[in-house]
T-cell receptor
Framework: DADVTQTPRNRITKTGKRIMLECSQT?????MYWYRQDPGLGLRLIYY???????NKGEISDGYSVSRQAQAKFSLSLESAIPNQTALYFC???????????????FGEGSRLTVL | LAKTTQPISMDSYEGQEVNITCSHN???????ITWYQQFPSQGPRFIIQ???TKVTNEVASLFIPADRKSSTLSLPRVSLSDTAVYYC????????????FGSGTRLSIRP
């Protein structure tokens, strides 16, 4: 089983619909992230959380919200989806290493969202 | 923000050594340099991380000069399976919002 699991893997929806993408992890990491990737581009950070009570906006948080229900779960919601939110969404986790530096990011397999 | 600049694309052949250079002129004292590899429709995968001088692991080497304003990822004896996009990231990770994935370098390996 994957350490970082995203559901759904693919979703087609219509403009105005509410969509939730879920992420769960078995790595025991405190830090979780949601990224968005558009074709041919790098990843852009939407939201991140360093523990259950911590939520932080990334560079493109408008139109999105998140919920950190538990250490292992981090959900991304689109309250009213629009076509330009069509993208590939990745969840990731990380932890601090002995230097106090956040270690490598572990990514899920991605959730492809299409908004018509 | 420590922005990075990488070549958009590179081509090479199987068995060759490939070096991808990343420029990060505004790197901060507590920033680390990290490289990721991404295959189509998959999440990026960590390759290597370093702070200064040289770091080597089982898949790559990372060379960082004394001024730390650039870094070079070296892939020895590449194969077709190394065809991917490679991202150079700079950040302290204590502030996740400052870790920027650029557009990466699209590496194509030919037989």
């Amino acid at each position: 089983d994957a350490d970082v699991t995203q559901t759904p893997r693919n979703r087609i929806t219509k403009t105005g619909k509410r969509i939730m993408l879920e992420c769960s992890q078995t790595k025991g990491h405190d830090r979780m992230y949601w990224y968005r990737q558009d074709p041919g581009l790098g990843l852009r950070l939407i939201y991140y959380s360093f523990d259950v009570k911590d939520i932080n906006k990334g560079e493109i948080s408008d139109g999105y919200s998140v919920s950190r229900q538990a250490q292992a779960k981090f959900s991304l919601s689109l309250e009213s989806a629009i076509p330009n939110q069509t993208a590939l969404y990745f969840c990731a986790t990380s932890d601090l290493d002995v230097r106090g530096v956040s270690g490598e990011l572990f990514f899920g397999e991605g959730s492809r969202l299409t908004v018509l | 923000l420590a922005k990075t600049t990488q070549p958009i694309s590179m081509d090479s052949y199987e068995g060759q050594e490939v070096n991808i250079t990343c420029s990060h002129n505004n790197i901060a004292t507590n920033d680390y340099i990290t490289w990721y590899q991404q295959f189509p429709s998959q999440g990026p995968r960590f390759i290597i991380q370093g702070y200064k001088t040289k770091v080597t692991n089982e898949v790559a080497s990372l060379f960082i000069p004394a001024d730390r304003k650039s870094s070079t990822l070296s892939l020895p004896r590449v194969s077709l399976s190394d065809t991917a996009v490679y991202y150079c990231l700079v950040g302290s990770y204590s502030s996740a919002s400052k870790i920027i994935f650029g557009s990466g370098t699209r590496l194509s390996i030919r037989p």
